[in-house]
Structure formats: C-alpha cells, structure tokens
C-alpha cells in the first residue's frame, strides 16, 4: 500500500492520497468527455433535470427548458435511493428508456444512477454517464462494476465521507480502468438542521489541490431549499467548482421526489445568466452549447 | 406513507417508526432464529471471531476457542469492503467455504457479510446470518434481495445514519417478508478522533423503546481499540443489549484486517466470565451453549 | 509546549496529553475530596438534585429524598446559562444561599455551578464544588480563576470539545495549583437527534487511561429522556465511571428546566438498588452515607 | 417564551428565531457602523490583521499593508483563547493599547476580542469593535455584558452552534440594549480532518434569510489553510456576505498564532483585487476607503 499511496502531511488531519486520482501523479487536471461534453479546466458545465423520472411529458418539458437555458447535460432518475421502501422508488427500466428518447430529442447527453451491480451493463448501454450515488459512495462493488465500463462516472460524495474516503472511492473506479470520474461534493451531515446538508464548499478546492479530477458541486441536495440553490450554486462557482448539477422541475410543488430543492425552469434560466458572470470574476466562462454538442 | 409509519413526537427530535419494525404494530420483543441459538429477550447471545477470514488454519484455532468461551455464533468476513482498493479483499468464495466447514466442526453456525445481490443466493444457501454492513445499511437493492431471502439479516448501523434511517433500512427487509432482522449498533462517526467511532449505547434502549427487533452491540468496530473492548462490552449490556458480536483473532498482532481492535482468545475467555456478571445484575444471562445447538 | 505534553501516538487520532493530568506523570488515580465525600477509586459516588435550584421547598424535598436514597452529594443550579434569554435564568445568590442552608439541613455537601469570573470568589466561599458548566469548558478565564480556589472543581465535557481540549481545559485549572478536578461526560453533539445530546461512555475508559482524575457521567442532559437515565446510568458504572451526576425533581412534569429528564424520588430510590448490583458486578461498590459525611 | 421566538416551520429541522433578531420583526438589514465604516447592506468590508497582537513593529508594518491594499478594519487579538495554557496568551492590556496606537496612526477602526466580564468596559473604551470569540459564543455573561457596551460587537459562531443558537446568543445582546451586532460564519465542527474546520457558507444566506443582522465570513479560521483563504474569500462574498475577516501577518511563518492560515501583505493586496470582480458580479461593491473614514 505504500506504493499506492502518497501522503500529504501538511493537511491537518493528515490524508493520504492514493496513487491514480493523485495529482502528484498527474499534474494537468484531467477532462471528462460526456457525449462529447467535456467536464474539466476549460470552462463550467451545468447539468440539470428532474430528481427523478416521472413521465414523458414531465421530462420533456424540463429537458427542453434545460436546454434553452444553456444546461448542456441532462439529469434524471429512473432507479432511486428512497430512505423508506413507501416512497417512490423510480421509474425503473422505463425511466432509462424515456432518457434516452428525450436526449435523442434535444440533443442533451445524459447521466442517470445505478443502484444494482445487474443494472450497470444495461444502463451503460443507454446512458452518456453513470451516477454512484451519495449512499453508494462506500458500495466497493458497485465502483468495481462501473470501473469495467467504458462510460465516464458522476461520483457523489458520501454524506458521512472524509475527503481521503471520497478519493479512494474514485480509486476504487480507475483502478478497474476507467479513468473518466467527476467527483461531486453534495452536502455532508452535520450537526445543523436547518439545511438538509451542510454542502461542504470547501472540498472544492482542496479535492482540486489533491487531485487531477473534475469537481462539481450539487446546490440542490447540498442545502435542500430551492430559495437557496441560486445563492449556492454562485458560491461553488466562485469556489473554483469545474461544473454544477442541479435539480429542475416543470412544476416543484408537484414532484414526486424532492419538489422542495428543485428550482422550475423561469429560475433556472435567471441563475444561467447570473452564473456566466460569476465564472468571468473567477476567471473561467460557462460552457455555452454548441451546435455538434453530440 | 402516512399509513405506514407512526410518528413519535415525544422523541427530542422528532422519530418517523415505519409500521413493520414499530413496537406499537408488535409490543413483544421478537426472537430471531440463528441456525438454533436465539437472539432475543431470553438472554445475551455473544458472536465472535476473526475480522477476516484469512486461513484454515486461523479460522479453525480462532473459532474452537469461541466455542470453548462460551461464543455461540461465528462471525468472519469473507467478501470485506475496505475503504483502499488495495487493501486485503477477503478470500470470496473460497472464504465461504471455509466458514462452512468450521461451521460443521465447531457445530457453531455463522455469519457473513454479503455486499453483491449477485453473492446473496449464494452465501444465504451456506450461512445461518447473512450481515449487512454499516456502508451498505442503505444499499436498498442489497436490503430487498436479503429480505427474499430465507436467513436471518444481521443489519448494521451506517457510521452516518440516524436511528430513524436505520429502523427505515430494516423495514425494507421485513417488507420483502424477512421478519429475522438484528440490529447492530456498531459506532457512529463523530468530530472525536481518540476511538474509530462513538459507540452510541444510547442507541440500544432507543431502538428497544422504538422497535421490537433485537439489539447487538459491536464493541469492536465501535472502539477501535482493544484494549478498550472488554469495558464497553459490559457497558452495553448494562445498556440492554441482547447480544454482542466482537473481533477475536487468535493472533492479533497479525491480522490482515482490523488487528488493533480484536482481542485474542484468552481475552476473550476472561471478557465471558466477567459478561454474565454483569447481564445478572441487570436481570438477564448470557445464553450458554447447550449440546444440541445446530 | 514540547516539554509539556507527552503524546499517545498509540490512539487512532492521535492525542496530546498536557503534564499535570496525564497518567504517565502521576500513575496512580487521583482522589478529589467534597466536602468530605471523597470521589475516586474507592467506589461509585452519586451526585443528584435538581436542573435548577426554584424554591426553599422544592430543594428541601428533593435534597432529603435524594439523601434518603444514598445520594451523598446535593447538585442545583443558581446561575443557569439558557440558550434563549427568555428562559428562566436561576435564582443567583438568593439560590447559592438556599443550597447552603439545605446542604446544613441535610449534612450533604454541594456543587453548583459558576459562570462568571466575577461570582467565582463568593460562590467558593458557600459551596462545596464549584461546577464548570458545557458551554464554559473553553472559557479560559473562568477556567483560571476556579484554578486559584481552594475548592474541588466539577468539569464538564463540552458538547463540542474532543477528548484533547477536555484534558487541556483540566489542565488550564492544575496549572493554577488546583488539582481537585473531577471530569463529567455528559454527551456530545452529533447528527442524532432522537436524544439530546449522543452519551460517548468510550469516554470514561480512554480519560481514564490517559489521565489520573476521576471521570463521572451525566445521564440526564447526555440524553435527554427521563425514562433513559437508570439504564445509561448503569451503563456509564459498568464502563468505569467513578460516579453520576443525576438530575432528580420531586414533580419533573412541573420543573422550571429540565423536567424532560429529570427522574423523581421513587425512580431515584429505585434505581440506586440497581447501580450498587452493577457496580459489584464490574468490582466495585456503592459508596454508601457514612454517620459524619460532612 | 411564545410571544418572543417566531418558529420557521419551513426549514427541514425547524428554527425558533427569537424576536429582536428576527427579519420578521424588522424587514430590512440592518447597518452597524464600526468607527465610521458601515457593516451591511451597500456593500462588502474587509476586516484584516494579525491573529495576535505580537509587537509594536509587528502590528504596525501589518496595518499598514491592510490600508494600502484597501482593507477598512483593523483586527488583532490582545487577550487570547488558546487550548492549551501553555501556548502565548497574548500581549492582554498591552495588546490593547498598541491597537489604539496604531489605529490613530492608520486611521482604521479596529475590532480585537474581549474573554472576561471584567475586561469589557476597558476595551469598550479603546476599540471600536468587540468581539465574542467562538468558545465565547454561549458564555451567557459576557454577552450580556457587552450587550452593555455602546460598542458595537462581532459575534463569532461556535464551532458546534446550531443556527438557532447562534441567533439566540445574538439576542442576548440585543435582549440588552445593544443592537450594533454583526454575525460571523468561521467554520464548524465536522468528521472532515483535512480542514481545520469546515466552512459553513449556507449559513450566509440562512442568516440573512431569518435576521436582519449583517453577516460576515472568516475564511481563515474557517479553513486552516492558508492558500485556501482567497478561494473561500471569495466564495463567500458570492454567498452573500456583507463582508470578510481575514488574518493577515507580515511573516506568516514566524506568527506566534496561526501563521499556517494567515496570508501576507502580498496575497492580501492580489485578493482585494479580485474580491472587488467578484461583488460585482453578485450585484454589489467591494467598500473603498474614503479620506474620512475616522
């Protein structure tokens, strides 16, 4: 292991890097080509859609508005994590399918999550990228799985993951072969109850100064107020964020999951603007569509 | 969901029980059935053996000298999940087979950690307990396939999950039909640094109070310091604990896994002596083995 | 500061020990005299009465109750620090002078809690314990000036504090000459919300092992629930603890603070019979009243 | 207690927001002037120095090159919480009095902290700012104390303070007479170890939401890290912060406190630069100095 590994010792808590994400081991920051968008150095990339699947109306209408916004790459549920088996758990099957119709549709590659070590084949035949989600973060077969795929991987945060943890999750993932992972700080538990996470912004920098991957960041589940989402999703801009995910519903008051963090498309559209701004004080610029997006 | 879950309000924080796992849907302590050693309200069943494990030979020598303290049940790790990829993986399913053997030799029976649904049929035909460790208390797929299963669930708590999100985790079993769930409090991740985790016995009489399920407390996992594992031991089962489940390797210092917190058999032999002591002065017994347990 | 410290690289952590209260300087544990009460190796001493010292009544009843039971020192607060102003504040001197006629009455020594540098002289005088409350455990000149009194000091553990800054905030009062310092777990804060605070009973064994002072716990605010307090009270003597700290009312339902967890004489009376069985069971004993306690 | 606190049932764990505080009680922000420079709403101020006051040279080379780069306020601690007793505990009443020197020389106000009910009104009488250190947050006396002061006062965030108990501390010094109080988010208490402590900065817009207080961020602490101090600088005044308060030394390296967060002269001269883009990409103004500031 101790080839593996390089440790930082100047961190406070100590952490020890392990060797494929290391940016020792490869100092230029790596890029994530997403159905031919690319995630890395050279600008932000906003992805947004519903938390999940609904139905073909629900996701047509938030993936158009998506696009006509600037957002380059859609989101969308079809297998979800619930707490509790009564809620809503997805789509499923057919969820994976109305993605891919409605990508075709507006030309928005798209990124959807795996659950089940049996599903990451199929879905990796449809989907543009695979999400490991926060509660997966730790699910080693699971990243072996997708690690064996040749699509690239949104992987998010554990709510209960130290940096060192977050890091050799995605190690877990190149180490199988597959290189293209962006890592995507959502939010950690504490011991604040007034927002659903406590989105944890300085990960941004510090998982850039460790490592060579993209890093994003996810205002919605990170605060779990919509009225916040804007305000936070600047911050991660202006915190060096490589790219944003973010939830957007036609319709919040009536979405079957998570309705409370989702902004509806007039606010997506506003923050667009406000967020290229943001990007050129940093010193970047927002990913603008182009015409041979995919 | 309103129908199946009842509120406690009474709780600091409030406390959403689901309906199957709720003490008011079943005011009986339930008794789950591990290859014919019963957890329940009858006394304290202790489960012990290696982290991993590594051998026949350590797997054989560890487990006798369980046996012949007074253990019960056999714990071992064949499929482990480590925070590195290149830390030791367990033997798989060579692992398996070795825990069955013992299992007939020592005539203790045995419990495993399942992390893949690929693995679950396979292991549920072999072991007496299938475990579900703390990383995957919310891998819901992980959850339901356990629930089709015909074995008894050893669930632990996630280092990050609240006792609400633990109790929601083991309705997911018992709504696929598998009522023969334990609960583990195992140690929750915490801003102290001096132990692994915070073993929170607290959790022992909440999830008593709330829930009819069996409690166990790993002492081991909880710590992280051997030496530390007798005197927390004996705590939870002042707590109430119907059980513990802890680390014994009959050479620690060895260990390919979790050495510094399992304690060698004749630690393990004086720890029993000392844990009916205390389980008489709160009115129970350790359960002792009797000549047809298996 | 080299010089000062000896570090225990053995914890996982790690940890710094200041010289005055680490074992390795003084080996054997330390005794801290109140009043004649001596709290220490010897055996497990309980400290009990009400959140709030409310009338000439209420603590007269509870404090001959509690003695009535074996509790051999009287606890109660004057100068209440409360998260809202608006919650009542304590009696102040009216009620410092209210504990010393009741601890004459009853011969039992007391500890009341002091929260202002400029209040720290006159209490001494009366009182028998001067008590450090959570929230002042890094209030460094209040620390100092309980260091120059010539009473025992009851420090507690902040909510927020690791077991590192609990040993230096002890060290910060030896370091005034005042080495009768007794430690009180009294729970952390943590994600949980279902108990008030998350009871960390792995305190008592590490304090132990890293320094000689005598190490009590508060089951009461460590969790929060009433119908909690007897078994975490258990738990807390059979992990090691020298002594509790018990919030006891003769009509919790009506308290001015604290009624939530506050038990009542018959629970008190009832539960000092359970804790003399556990306390043997670990080798120990209750220490019981003695003709010249005071 | 009811006609006082107006309870948020909107936000997830519920916020009891007392009533001197709340926006509800007083819709528009609120502008707390410090020595003439104004905190709040029409604009961003930058509050820069010295972690601890360590010499007349030190301060004074210092100041000077927090004026030239456009910094408004003066910081240095004087009198100072340390962990350990054996760390510098600041230069006390000298400290004090070389900030006023200093502050006549540069013309900047200064803020410097004050631990001891008994030091309040001396440095309410030379500085322009008292501040209540993040120990401090719920020393209950002090802030009533300076809540007698007609200085106004900088309330620093405990490390482990929930949102409703940071707005209650605030209260306590409202509750007094004195409604010259700015909040300041400086990192939480969290598992993560890489950081010293984690950044909060939803708590920007999460106080600005529930109060009509100005609200402040420090960068310095709330990281640990040095070069991490402009990224999260920077972040938090696209979060909304009224204004940043940073350490800054003339020899990091040989700062007798927290050098390894403090960043020098020339960093702070590149950030001021970049700040002023950044606030201006969010609709507002880095605040310059004017002739008259004092």
């Known amino acids: 292991m101790e080839l593996n590994h390089y440790n930082d010792p100047s ?21 994530v080509n997403v159905g031919g968008i690319k995630i890395g150095p050279h600008g932000v990339v906003v992805i947004a859609g519903p938390c999940a699947v609904e139905s073909r109306d629900q996701l047509h209408e ?37 993605l891919k119709e409605i990508s075709i549709e507006t030309g928005l590659p798209f990124v959807t999550e795996v659950m089940d070590t049996r599903q990451v084949e199929f879905v990796a035949e449809h989907a543009d990228m695979l999400q490991i989600g926060s509660r997966n973060m730790q699910n080693f077969v699971l990243l072996k799985e997708v690690g064996m795929q040749k699509k690239p991987v949104l992987l998010k945060r554990g709510m209960m993951a130290t940096i060192e943890e977050f890091l050799l999750a995605a190690e877990y993932i190149l180490n199988q072969g597959n290189e293209q992972v962006v890592l995507c700080e959502r939010g950690i538990r504490t011991f604040e109850t007034t927002t659903r996470n406590t989105l944890d912004l300085s990960a941004v920098p510090m998982l850039k ?43 919040p008051e009536e979405a079957l999951c998570d309705g409370h963090q989702s902004i509806n498309p007039e606010e997506f559209s506003a923050l667009m603007t406000d967020l290229d701004k943001i990007a050129q004080a940093v010193g970047t610029r927002l990913v603008k569509p182009e015409p041979s997006a995919k």
């Not at 989101?75 to 994590?81: L, N, S, T, V």
Request: charged share 20%; glycine share 12%; net charge positive.
């Open 62 to 98: 938030t993936a158009f508005s998506v696009k006509r916004s600037g957002g380059l790459i859609l989101r969308g549920g079809a297998f979800k994590p619930r707490s509790s088996p009564y809620n809503f758990q997805g789509l499923g099957i057919e969820g994976i399918k109305l």
């Open 209 to 251: 100064h460790l490592s060579h991957l993209p890093v994003i960041v996810d205002p919605s589940h990170g605060t779990g107020h919509r009225w916040m989402v804007p305000t936070m999703a600047k911050a991660a801009i202006a915190a060096g964020a490589d790219g944003l995910i973010m939830e957007v519903h036609y319709n």
């Open 11 to 31: 961190l406070i808590g100590g952490c020890s890097v392990p060797v494929r994400v290391n940016r020792k081991t490869k100092p230029e920051a790596s890029e």
